[in-house]
């Protein structure tokens, strides 16, 4: 089984709409990422959380929301959905003792029409 | 604040020829430099690190760096290309303080010709 699974894997949805993207990790890691990736732009941060009670946005967290529900699960949100948030995102943990590297999910693809 | 250039946006090459994909870094003190390698539909694996020590970095899958700190450079290289390494790569950056944050460059995809 993947250690870091996200859910759905695609999502079509309309603009305005309220996302959900899930992110859950067995690997017991207390930091936890979300990124979207664009082409041409590689992977940027939206938010991160070190622990549960630790919420910190990233280089591009407007439009954008975040929910630590458990050491594992760690979801984003989009409240009104629009058509510039169609992107791949991608869901990461990290170890404090494995300093800077990062294991990634599958990435959840979503297109707001 | 550190950023990642990755120069190549696409690359092509023919299959058993070598590879070399070029990564420079902006960072004022010693930098924890990564690749990641995107195959289609999966996330990224890590191809290989380099924190200190032995500028030539071995990777998995055949790979290697080198970190070249008069270029601020860490180019990712391999010998012999295989089909299978069709996929996008990303150089990374770590900055030497809390938080393990890294750093990406805007990828480059790599095609490989039959």
């Known amino acids: 089984d993947a250690d870091v699974t996200q859910t759905p894997r695609n999502r079509i949805t309309k603009t305005g709409k309220r996302i959900m993207l899930e992110c859950s990790q067995t690997?017991?890691?207390?930091?936890m990422y979300w990124y979207r990736q664009d082409p041409g732009l590689g992977l940027r941060l939206i938010y991160y959380s070190f622990d549960v009670k630790d919420i910190n946005k990233g280089e591009i967290s407007d439009g954008y929301s975040v929910s630590r529900q458990a050491q594992a699960k760690f979801s984003l949100s989009l409240e009104s959905a629009i058509p510039n948030q169609t992107a791949l995102y991608f869901c990461?943990?990290?170890?404090?003792?494995?300093?800077?590297?990062?294991?990634f999910g599958p990435g959840t693809r979503l297109t707001v029409l | 604040a550190q950023s990642v250039t990755q120069p190549d946006i696409h690359i092509t090459v023919s299959e058993g020829a070598s590879l070399e994909l070029r990564c420079n870094y902006s960072y004022g003190a010693t930098p924890y430099l990564f690749w990641y390698v995107q195959s289609p539909g999966q996330g990224l694996q890590l191809l290989l690190k380099?924190?200190?020590?032995?500028?030539l970095v071995q990777g998995i899958k055949g790979f290697e760096a080198e970190f070249k700190r008069s270029q601020s450079s860490f180019n990712l290289r391999k010998p012999s290309v295989h089909w299978s390494d069709a996929a996008e790569y990303f150089c990374a950056v770590g900055a030497n303080n809390a938080g393990n944050m890294l750093t990406f460059g805007g990828g480059t995809r790599l095609m490989v010709k039959p």
């Open positions: 380099y924190f200190s020590g032995d500028t």
């Open positions: 690997k017991g890691h207390d930091r």
């Open positions: 990461a943990t990290s170890d404090p003792g494995l300093v800077h590297e990062q294991f």
